[in-house]
């Protein structure tokens, strides 16, 4: 009969995004205590700023709500947002954790009602669109945010118009005064579900972004064709907010390649083949063409590549993409390319060009506050080196959302099998 190792069952997951949540509500379902640690102030991680899932082509907020739900069905789901997790100390069945919260300076009295945001004037830049647009220093993190509950910037906190912020609210729920806290958890087990971060398109500088406004990456695309996002789902020309016809791909940007990611993510190609759709969807008489080394496609994403090349409006060139240059006066960027069919070499004019970035850990960069073992790249390994702490998701390898869900689901049942003994 198995039994909880020093009493401790409870599960904490770090991350909030599909992977966490999937973790999460897996191992609540089973019957044990759950704590979810998320840096935004929201859950849905990446996915919520997706427009579609390839390659059904549904929208995300499908499966968000439904697990939102389960959330609150579930007492035994606990979850703080805007926080971290500082250190981990102890053994599996019973780690000790510390959490820190930043301030939200609005607390849960938040009816989502948006008096909030009226009484401020600041604009920052809205984190959730990538600083394409801006949002009131008082803001909703974005229409179906979970919690619903609004941000204070800390740019307006000891201001007159915070003061005046917190007078426009009727339900006392702004708190001008909210400090970082830490606590401290015990818990049996962590799966650690941070996510992915897309690789720095800056860094790869024949390539112009950050340079030309006419580039932009896969994950910028997917805002701008999502019905909340900066152009209500309008895909348009950051340089003037014209309406894109002819609209080039490329991909391994920066992938493959021993001066920036050695490896291939996997799963770009299926994430610009899915942006064609939205392209031709909004136009009809509109073009996208797909440079690329090789398309990765396998298994049962076959048939949805084979759907999308069939379509005449779309054109697949083998080559990889050298400079690209954007002309000032037209905003038209060109992309030169050796066509490796024709051997010839390509230097055509689009209106928007589209970098095809790599998935990159989050653990590159912040490390789990534990002895845990990653491989060259900073994804966690399957056997992270510390029993009891369990990789889930895009910390060990890219991969697509629905390989995210099963990939937690073992992970909850690892973190399940850690906190007993028989």
């Not at 030309?212 to 695309?221: A, D, E, H, S």
Request: charged share 25%; aromatic share 8%.
């Amino acid at each position: 009969m198995a039994e909880a190792v020093n009493g401790n069952g409870s599960v904490l997951v770090v991350g909030g995004g599909m992977s966490g949540l999937s973790a999460a509500l897996e191992t609540a379902e089973a019957g044990r205590q759950v704590y979810i640690v998320e840096k935004e102030p929201y859950l849905g991680g990446r996915v919520a700023r997706m427009n579609k899932y390839f390659p059904k082509l549904c929208p995300p907020n499908c499966g968000l709500e439904i697990n939102f739900r389960r959330i609150k069905a579930n007492p035994l789901v606990r979850f703080f947002t805007m926080a971290a997790v500082t250190r981990i100390e102890g053994t599996a069945g019973n780690f000790d954790v510390t959490v820190k919260i930043a301030p939200r300076y609005v607390n849960e009295r938040c009816t989502g009602c948006g008096l909030c945001a009226e009484a401020a004037e600041t604009e920052i830049p809205n984190p959730f669109n990538y600083g394409l647009d801006k949002v009131k220093a008082a803001y909703l993190p974005h229409d179906f945010a979970f919690p619903m509950r609004y941000v204070l910037a800390p740019e307006v906190i000891g201001t007159p118009e915070a003061e005046k912020i917190k007078a426009a609210c009727p339900y006392d729920a702004i708190e001008l005064d909210m400090v970082p806290k830490e606590f401290e958890l015990k818990v049996g087990a962590i799966v650690w579900a941070t996510g992915w971060e897309p690789y720095s398109a800056e860094r790869i500088a024949y390539y112009g972004f950050g340079k030309y406004k006419n580039v932009v990456t896969n994950v910028i695309l997917e805002r701008l064709a999502s019905p909340n996002g900066p152009t209500g789902g309008r895909i348009v020309r950051p340089s003037d907010g014209a309406d894109v016809k002819n609209v080039a791909f490329v991909q391994c940007a920066g992938s493959r390649d021993e001066n920036h990611l050695p490896y291939c993510s996997g799963v770009c190609c299926l994430a610009s083949l899915k942006q064609a759709t939205y392209l031709l969807e909004q136009d009809p008489e509109a073009r996208a063409t797909i440079f690329y080394i090789d398309i990765r496609a396998l298994g049962k994403f076959e048939e949805f590549y084979t759907k999308v090349q069939k379509d005449e409006r779309v054109r697949l060139i083998k080559g990889k993409a050298g400079e690209i240059l954007e002309d000032p006066a037209t905003g038209l960027v060109t992309v030169q390319v050796e066509d490796q069919a024709t051997g010839k070499i390509l230097k055509e004019p689009f209106d928007l060009v589209v970098l095809a970035t790599g998935m990159v850990p989050s653990t590159a960069a912040e490390k789990v506050p534990a002895a845990v073992a990653y491989d060259d790249y900073g994804f966690i390994l399957s056997e992270s080196g510390v029993p009891g702490i369990v990789g889930a998701g895009c910390v060990k390898r890219p991969v697509d959302v629905a390989t995210s869900v099963q990939d937690a689901t073992a992970a909850a049942l690892k973190a399940i099998q850690a906190t007993v003994r028989r």
